[in-house]
């Protein structure tokens, strides 16, 4: 791994599955990288979203998913964490990517069919997506891309992209794999059967009040089979052992699941062990988010340094992109 770019949508409030599927993993690179660590609010990609887009909210949004990155253990003096809107070269690039991408592999794109399914118009921003997405990562020449389960099947087209360039106009782009965080590949939401979405309101965010967040856990579905408190349950059959896991000691977990079995312990006991771990993790990251918010200037001129550098490397690539390409260089 020499060099990684990630990214996440501003398109509402970051939670645990952002944190665990790719924030948690971008920390740890981060500290080995260091500016060769790309980490980038993803503006572009959440006008996309027609659900969560609104012109009044995105700017601030994209200010907080910044600030809760930071909280969450991100070093922006460290690693390069910028604006996607502020390099506009990811949009010129993602265009170039377009001409060579058939229609056909954006339309297999199950995230494409599942966004799509729900839309009554479908605009090709969404179809376009991943092109972007591709272009995101190829203007770095990154070679890891460290997501959640949700985004592999963008990472093979990307591949593809960069294959079919090179085979065009020469070799110029790696092939990036995806990294997976292998204890958290794909975080169900608390209705136990999505995958933990912003659209989808299925989520526990780092930075909601202490209160919802236990009303939630509360709330999460017990093993269906479990009919009475007496009955022994099986922990692979509801997601507060799934949730217990990410937060608490293996032997912990372990140990309760056991009882779990025998009936010896309840699901209330299990959620409110569940709740004081998870607060554990997200209580210092909520410290920080209080703290950045009393400096907000920090927060913004770590982005703005964070895009120049990225823009450094993202204009050598469009130079040497038009240039295969063809096109009439200006003076
Ligand atoms: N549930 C998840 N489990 C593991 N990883 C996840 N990621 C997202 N959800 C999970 C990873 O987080 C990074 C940022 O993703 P995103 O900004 O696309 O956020 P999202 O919550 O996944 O948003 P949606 O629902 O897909 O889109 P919108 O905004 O339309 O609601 C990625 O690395 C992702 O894999």
Known sequence: MKRVLSGIQPSGEIHIGNYLGAIKQWVAIGEKLGRDAFFCIVDYHALTNPLAYDPKTLAQRTFEAALVNIAAGLDPERVTLFVQSHVPEHTELSWVFTTLTPLGDLTRMTQFKDKASK????????????????????????????????????????????????????????????????EAPRVPGI????????????????????????????HLPDDPQRIRLSDPGDPERTIVFTYLSYFAPKDLVEALKEEYRKAGVGTYVV?????????????????????????????????????????????????????????????
Do not use: C
């Open 119 to 182: 839309q009554e118009t479908v605009w090709s921003g969404l179809l376009m997506y991943p092109v972007l997405q591709a272009a995101d990562i190829l203007i770095y020449k990154a070679d890891t891309v460290p997501v959640g389960e949700d985004q592999v099947q963008h990472i093979e087209l990307t591949r593809e992209i960069a294959r079919r360039f090179n085979h065009l106009f020469g070799e110029t782009f790696p092939e990036p794999q995806a990294l997976l965080n292998p």
């Open 191 to 218: 209705d136990g059967k999505a995958k933990m979405s912003k659209s989808l309101g299925n989520t526990i965010g780092l930075l909601e009040p202490e209160e919802s967040i236990w009303q939630k856990i509360q």
């Open 271 to 331: 959620k409110r062990i569940l709740f004081d771990h998870l607060m554990e993790t997200l209580r210092p990251i909520r410290e920080r988010a209080e703290a950045l918010r009393k400096d907000p200037d920090y927060v913004m001129d770590a982005l703005l340094e964070g895009a120049k550098r990225a823009r450094a490397v993202a204009q050598a690539t469009m130079e040497e992109v038009r240039e295969k390409v063809g096109l009439l260089l200006p003076r």
